[in-house]
């Protein structure tokens, strides 16, 4: 059998811990590590990750067979640890043996007493007076930087890079060092300047409450990133507030806003002549596990709620109840912009507001661009096994 690979993907796993026991026991496989941990593996998830060229393909590290390739009687007949440390499965159906690496192996165990750490820190004006800030010109050198701006985004749901040059497309360029750009009906990018004829409050010069933009899609966009170019106008800072912590702060302290809030249907729709956008879904969207994972909610977006009174009653006063806390002072951090400055912030999550501005006291120039959640992290995974690349000693890469 063709052992190149060495696990059933790009990733790199650092071998951690030793395999001190495995035993077949039928339809699975359990290991003892040398830490006093156990795991178990079904022999299912073993076989379809098997690193071998006739389950994964060489190139692609993707599998190319089906569940239904493998009998429904599958059982480990045996199992041994090598001298280099990985795990031998023989299986009771056509000889067929598979060598798994044991950091592969670790880092999918199941282990019940782990901790399932989330990178996300919920903050409140007393938490984070100014988004965590890094030099512009080192992050665009230096993919440490980089990544400890992207990884301060992931965590915070907003961040700053400063002293900028002032040079046309370096927004672009820094997005697009992330992943895609997400267009939008405002285009490929937008500058946040007074129209004659606006297509959205954001351009004009009047105050804007906290809000996201986009929950008009369904997917909204997860990403937005304001790089100031010019700045002299009186007022317009910014007022950022993270929805995740007046989420849960609700989720504990007005049960039944939080409620509606997890379970009413609103409907977003855009006001604009040449475009009709429409979603639906509730204020804090939630994952099964009951975490809040994103916000949907802008006041002049919002659709009549089309639902019995009674609903109507307690959505409208739930919405109320969160518009209050959005526009607290216990939860706003004032951003000034300044130019040279590249504030980045999840859509889904910090929602962003702006303190109205004297559209003839001066000038101000700020460039737009949206992108996507899922582009950040895995930015952020290939930059960290690029750093786990350089610095796991070769010893632990089996
Ligand atoms: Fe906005």
Redesign the pocket.
Known sequence: MNQNLKTPDFDVWPITHKIVQAEAKGASVRIGWDDGQVSDYHAFLLRENSPDEATIHPLSRESIISPLDLPDDLKCEDVTVDDQGALLVTWSHGGHVSRYNPGWLRAHGWFEAEQHSSPVVLWAAADLAEPPTFDGPAALKDDGVFLAWLEALQTYGVARLTNLPQEDGLLEHVVERIGPVRESNFGRSYTLEIKDDPDSN?FTSAP?LQ???MPTRECPHGL?FLFCRKNTAQGGEGLYCDGYRIAEDMRTEEPEHFHSLTTDIWEHNNRAKTSSYRASGPVFETAPSGAVTGLRITSWLRAPLKAPLEVQDRAYRAVRAFTARAQDDRYLMRITYRPGDLLAFDNRRAL?GRAGYDAHGGERFIEGIYADRDDLYSKIRTLKRAQTLKTAPLETQL
């Open positions: 954001a804007l809000h996201m933009d937005q962003h």
